[in-house]
């Protein structure tokens, strides 16, 4: 167990739809790092916040956003859902904003179908 | 643009059958290359970091080495519970963390 926390574990939901994807990092850890997981492209970094504040981008399209909330807590909003936005997708944690020389914990990701 | 490539994509081993999965970076100013293990259906879990040219590290059957431009897992002796999706990641200068696509370890019994 990494001590990240992620729900659902799985989403199904429809075209054209929005849903939102929770994330508790591990015991005092302050940054929180999203990404994505598909078969064709691998983990994709789409968004890290560190203490509340939005640290980095990656890869991550306009219709989807993020934050972090005082309790360390992080939510990835995804809205006009499309099928390509089937995907894993998880959260990670560490004690650093700094992602280049700590390790990451993550957690056990959210399946999302968009059907 | 940070690239990190990593082959075989898949790789079938029997037990007992030593092998290693290569991991070819390109960074500017590497700070970090990481070896996460992905079982099917969960999050990556970390194995290990290496910081600089030279250095290895080892954790039962696996032992990670790092060059300039690559990094190998070599898998000694295999065991079936080995069987799982090994990622390799490295972070740059530029403080973001770049992964490869994986290979996928299958050890048959």
């Known amino acids: 167990d990494s001590g990240v926390t992620q729900t659902p574990k799985h989403l199904i939901t429809a075209t054209g739809q929005r849903v939102t994807l929770r994330c508790s990092p591990r015991?005092?850890?302050?940054?929180v790092y999203w990404y994505q997981q598909s078969l064709d492209q691998g983990l994709q970094f789409l968004i890290q916040?560190?203490?509340?504040?939005?640290?980095a981008k990656g890869n991550i399209l306009e219709r989807f956003s993020a934050q972090q909330f005082p309790d360390l807590h992080s939510e990835l909003n995804l809205s006009s859902l499309e099928l390509g936005d089937s995907a894993l997708y998880f959260c990670?944690?560490?004690?650093?904003?700094?992602?280049?020389?700590?390790?990451?914990?993550f957690g056990s990701g959210t399946q999302l179908s968009v059907l | 643009e940070d690239q990190v490539t990593q082959s075989p994509e898949a790789l079938r081993l029997q037990e007992g059958e030593s092998s290693s999965l290569n991991c070819s970076y390109t960074?500017?100013?590497?700070?970090?290359l990481f070896w996460y293990r992905q079982d099917p259906g969960k999050g990556p879990e970390f194995l290990f970091t290496?910081?600089?040219a030279g250095e290895e590290k080892e954790k039962e059957r696996l032992k990670a080495t790092l060059t300039k431009k690559e990094s190998f897992l070599h898998i000694t002796a295999p065991k079936p519970e080995d069987s799982a999706t090994y990622l390799c990641?490295?972070?740059?200068?530029?403080?973001?963390?770049?992964f490869g696509k994986g290979t996928l370890l299958t050890v048959n019994p």
């Open positions: 990670a944690s560490s004690v650093t904003p700094l992602a280049a020389n700590e390790k990451l914990f």
């Open positions: 015991s005092g850890d302050l940054s």
């Open positions: 916040y560190y203490n509340g504040e939005e640290r």
């Open positions: 960074v500017s100013g590497l700070r970090g």
């Open positions: 290496l910081y600089s």
């Open positions: 990641a490295a972070g740059g200068s530029n403080y973001k963390l770049t």
